[in-house]
């Protein structure tokens, strides 16, 4: 199976901060990867495809890069809505699979 | 607008099953693959499986740690997806969402979650 890695586990951070949260593949993975928000006590949300595609509805201060074994989910200019927590999940290979969590609280 | 709304869930002792549900509107549920995740208590999200299209042949794929107790099937005619969850453990105990896979394949929404919960 492949293994996803995310870095830092939780971030404490500021309203207008730029945040960056790294995901990594234990293998190749090409760009497909997904990026998730969960807040405590809701379903989570589909952000980004594709490694960088925005899912419909998204707001561009969301955007992802990367390929092969290394991502980047970036948030611009932290709002009070995003603080919650970001999973990357690779479905390049069955079984499909979910980095551990990126917890973004406020500072 | 899409909506996938599960039911099903509840308390139920280690060894007995299961039978989620997942009520879909809002699109033509045929047309898309469709996903089983799941949440323990505080803990990651969790793939579970995921069932095909027709034009796929309704084909399946699963977590390692479900495979050959969890069955996901689905009826197109009711809009419904559906998780057979059998010889339950008390580590099955989660958070259950169904989620539609896009038009490349990626999840892109998910229900709201019911909770299963497995103990004696």
């Known amino acids: 199976d492949i293994q996803m890695t995310q870095s830092p586990s939780s971030l404490s951070a500021s309203v207008g901060d730029r945040v960056t949260i790294t995901c990594r593949a234990s293998?190749?993975?090409?760009?497909?990867l997904a990026w998730f928000q969960q807040k405590p006590g809701k379903a989570p949300k589909s952000l980004i495809y594709?490694?960088?595609r925005l899912q419909s509805g998204v707001p561009s201060k969301f955007s992802g890069s990367g390929s092969g074994t290394d991502f980047t989910l970036t948030i611009s200019s932290l709002q009070p809505e995003d603080f919650a927590t970001y999973y990357c999940q690779q479905y390049n290979a069955y079984p499909f699979t979910f980095g551990p969590g990126t917890k973004v609280d406020i500072k | 607008e899409v909506q996938l709304v599960e039911s099903g869930g509840g308390l139920v002792q280690p060894g007995g099953s299961l039978r989620l549900s997942c009520a879909v509107s809002g699109f033509t549920f045929s047309d898309h693959y469709m996903d089983w995740v799941r949440q323990a208590p505080g803990k990651g999200l969790e793939w579970v499986g995921r069932i095909r299209n027709k034009a796929n042949s309704y084909t399946t794929e699963y977590a390692a740690s479900v495979k050959g107790r969890f069955t996901i099937s689905r009826d197109d005619s009711k809009n419904s997806l559906y998780l057979q969850m059998n010889s339950l453990k008390t580590e099955d105990t989660a958070v259950y969402y169904c989620?539609?896979?896009?038009?490349?394949?990626?999840?892109?929404?998910w229900g709201q979650g019911v909770l299963v919960t497995v103990s004696s």
């Open positions: 293998q190749g993975i090409s760009n497909f």
């Open positions: 594709a490694a960088s």
């Open positions: 989620a539609r896979g896009g038009s490349s394949y990626v999840t892109d929404y």
